[in-house]
């Protein structure tokens, strides 16, 4: 299966702006629905925003207007554009990967993904 990595992660002041990126690699990318999740301590992991393999995207209402899905198939790397942070985005933000047939589907669920990469945090401060 594909192995996923995060990057991008760090301390930014409310209102900055940071830019996630997942490599993955292993497997045919192309194939992979994608997703981002965040876990804040003591919360449950939430969903964050998804992209098809054709690029449909979704996004959570916490971050719609903020935040952007994108993807580079030619790079293998998902990313997640973050604009206008604030406190409460802090977290350490997954990447997730589901092989799927269907082209145009994202998935919002975290159990509707195998497979994770390791986490990046994201610290906003007040």
């Known amino acids: 299966q594909v192995q996923l990595v995060e990057s991008g992660g760090g301390l930014v002041q409310t209102g900055g702006s940071l830019r996630l990126s997942c490599a993955a690699s292993?497997?045919?990318?192309?194939?992979?629905?994608m997703g981002w999740f965040r876990q804040a301590p003591g919360k449950e992991r939430e969903f964050v925003a998804a992209i098809s393999r054709i690029g449909n995207t979704y996004h959570a209402d916490s971050v719609k207007g903020r935040f952007t899905i994108s993807k580079d198939s030619a790079k293998n790397t998902v990313y997640l554009h973050m604009n206008s942070l604030k406190p409460e985005d802090t977290a350490v933000y997954y990447c997730?990967?589901?092989?799927?047939?269907?082209?145009?589907?994202?998935?919002?669920?975290?159990?509707?993904?195998?497979?994770w990469g390791q986490g990046t945090q994201v610290t906003v401060s007040s």
């Open positions: 292993g497997r045919t990318f192309s194939n992979y629905a």
């Open positions: 997730a990967a589901r092989r799927t047939l269907a082209m145009t589907d994202y998935y919002y669920a975290p159990i509707d993904y195998n497979t």
